[in-house]
């Protein structure tokens, strides 16, 4: 059942039940223009191909700067103007684009999102982030501005291969970390296959994140506070991403760990509770280890855009379903890193 959120920015309608099919009483033919990538365009050309469609190569590596700049031209070409509509289908790659994209043509236009990926429709397509990568350094140009609306269509989830559904899990398993323990429990006592089957399951964890999300962005739209707790495993999975070409929830769970390890350090979080998240990592076919070089992990973290001078704002945890927003230093950021590749070897 359609709902709307009012943020200090902007007030997004979320259609929980939408369909592909129906995307045109959201988004005028006349007046839409589609963003999308190569992937889900050669899967979807028949449901968008009435569209005015700009299409971008799959991958993180369109994320940039120069795809924005390419972008634009073509909406230029198009003659987009200020009560054009842009909609990105896609995952996060694209939600994140579209968004930047939308934010600075023309000083910004209206845009909707039609997540492809469970990332995107617990995360990337929530809150209002939205940005591109320069070179190594993850969303450091950006900007923070609502959807108009966000369609979910659950469908197109069964084309995902099982890569990407675990992929989206590992953001799941961070909004249970860092506030619902009850979520937490849930995840330990069941397996990923379970919920790919079930879809009715599916669905009600997804609204529970997003809504989970929406409560903290609305308290905190530009990441003053609250809103860092959602960075909780990104400071070093970002690093992990960027260095060694990992999906992006691969690298969150990695860096999840990290913030368990850094927790026991600085708030004696239980050990156990690090047992307990590896086992479910594993349970939804998440890395648990993986071979890196703490220098080169170290150099890209302070580049980091949460850095203040000497340290890095990292989340984490006093018990599991409560976190903190922590100073750590780099020497304390190592330590934990040392413990990660000492007590997780690949």
Same mark, same amino acid.
């Given at each position: ?29 006349? @007046?839409?223009?589609?963003?999308? %990538? ?14 005015? !469609? ?8 369109? &994320? ?5 700049? %390419? ?33 600075? *043509? ?18 990337? !397509?929530?809150?209002?982030? @939205? =940005? ?6 993850? @969303? ?13 269509? *659950? ?6 291969? #099982? ?11 961070? *909004? ?8 937490? $429990? ?28 929406? &409560?903290?962005?609305? !308290?905190?739209?530009?990441? @003053? ?7 909780? =495993?990104? #400071?070093? =999975? ?12 691969? !690298? ?15 708030? $004696?979080?239980?050990? &156990? ?14 890395? #648990? ?18 850095? &203040? ?11 599991? =379903? ?25």
């Amino acid at each position: 059942m359609q709902y709307s959120v009012t943020f200090p920015s902007r007030t997004t309608d979320y259609h929980p039940s939408a369909s592909l099919a129906h995307l045109q009483q959201l988004a005028n033919v006349a @007046n839409t223009i589609i963003i999308t %990538d190569n992937n889900v365009w050669t899967q979807y050309q028949t449901e968008l191909g009435h569209y005015e !469609a700009i299409v971008v190569e799959a991958g993180e590596q369109s &994320k940039s700067i120069e795809t924005v700049q %390419d972008i634009c031209k073509q909406l230029a070409e198009l003659q987009a103007h200020k009560t054009t509509i842009l909609v990105g289908v896609g995952g996060g790659m694209i939600t994140d684009l579209t968004g930047f994209v939308a934010t600075i *043509y023309m000083r910004g236009i209206a845009f909707g999102f039609v997540p492809t990926t469970i990332l995107a429709m617990v995360d990337a !397509a929530i809150g209002g982030k @939205n =940005g591109v990568n320069v070179g190594l350094h993850k @969303n450091m140009l950006g900007a923070i501005q609502q959807p108009n609306f966000i369609a979910y269509d *659950y469908t197109m989830l069964a084309s995902l291969p #099982t890569q990407e559904w675990s992929s989206g899990f590992a953001e799941i398993i961070k *909004y249970a970390c860092i506030g619902d323990a009850a979520l937490f $429990q849930q995840l330990q006592a069941t397996q990923l296959q379970t919920i790919m089957e079930n879809t009715n399951h599916l669905q009600a964890i997804i609204a529970q994140c997003v809504a989970h999300k929406n &409560k903290i962005v609305l !308290a905190d739209e530009h990441e @003053n506070h609250i809103r860092k707790t959602l960075n909780f =495993g990104h #400071t070093a =999975g970002h690093a992990f991403e960027t260095l060694y070409t990992l999906p992006h929830g691969q !690298a969150v769970a990695l860096g999840m760990i990290v913030a368990f390890i850094a927790s026991e350090q600085h708030l $004696q979080l239980p050990k &156990k509770n690090r047992q307990q998240l590896v086992a479910i990592l594993q349970q939804f076919q998440l890395p #648990t280890t993986i071979h890196f070089e703490i220098e080169a992990v170290m150099s890209t973290l302070k580049m980091d855009k949460k850095r &203040k001078g000497d340290s890095i704002d990292f989340i984490l945890l006093s018990q599991i =379903g409560e976190a903190v927003i922590y100073p750590l230093t780099f020497p304390a950021i190592a330590q934990a890193l040392q413990v990660f590749a000492h007590e997780h070897k690949a």
